[in-house]
């Protein structure tokens, strides 16, 4: 790691992206700035490595590369199909500054997540349970431990209701910490699998209709600016969430 926190890796050439991906990603932006971009990030594409055929967010970050060739580089991840806002850098510098900022947990994410079966209890609260990475084949899993297995890792996940419904509710979620899985893990340990996470046991039905992914959405971002001050990106909702919402029960999520 560099004194600034993130990696020092050599430039990455742009990737060959087609007129019709360039637009699908420049239709993501949701704030931009000299040093900054942040996109709203669908259900379905894989941050960065994915599996799939098609390119990955990273990848599709050619279409805003700089004269010199380079592209923003991702400051965090979402899984695969966890939506909302993902932040990028444009420049070294701010790349380091932020990977810093997130290090030393400047960084207040708030992310959205449609669980069941109905509201916890108590209905807001503190997760703190350790997890430790277990590899199942060819499939990572987290798993909450003891405090003092060998392999643990602090992990502690803010949680609140804000609306219920028989059998379902909508969470507020704040994770401290930013462990793999943590916010799907730390609610299936409370008894609340996120619905659509099959991973982790949540539920593929909502009041009679299938769920096609995982109901999380990261719905708002605030961190340090590399310039000065303080900066909160909100990503609207996607569509499937408010279908999936209105069909448990929750109609009128926003």
């Known amino acids: 790691m560099s004194k600034r926190g993130v990696s020092r890796r050599p430039e990455r050439s742009p990737v060959a992206l087609t007129p019709e991906e360039v637009a699908f990603v420049r239709s993501l932006v949701i704030y931009e700035d000299q040093v900054l971009l942040a996109l709203n990030k669908p259900p379905g594409l894989s941050s960065q490595g994915g599996r799939g055929q098609g390119h990955t967010l990273d990848e599709l970050l050619s279409a805003f590369a700089r004269s010199n060739g380079n592209r923003p580089r991702l400051i965090h991840r979402l899984d695969r199909d966890t939506s909302g806002v993902i932040l990028t850098a444009r420049t070294n510098p701010a790349a380091g500054f932020l990977g810093k900022a997130m290090m030393a947990r400047k960084f207040a994410k708030t992310y959205l997540a449609l669980v069941a079966p109905g509201a916890p209890s108590p209905p807001a609260g503190v997760i703190d349970a350790p997890l430790r990475r277990e590899e199942v084949g060819w499939e990572a899993y987290m798993r909450v431990c003891a405090p003092d297995h060998p392999d643990a890792e602090t992990a502690l996940t803010h949680y609140r209701t804000l609306a219920q419904a028989d059998g379902a509710a909508l969470l507020e979620v704040r994770p401290e910490t930013g462990r793999m899985h943590q916010i799907r893990v730390h609610l299936a340990h409370l ?22 992914r995982l109901m999380l959405h990261a719905a708002a971002l605030e961190f340090p600016h590399p310039e000065g001050g303080r900066r909160r990106i909100e990503a609207p909702l996607p569509e499937d969430f408010r279908i999936v919402a209105t069909h448990a029960g929750l109609a009128g999520t926003e």
């Open 191 to 212: 008894g609340r699998p996120i619905l659509g996470d099959a991973k982790y046991g949540g539920s593929l039905m909502a009041g009679g209709w299938p769920v096609p």
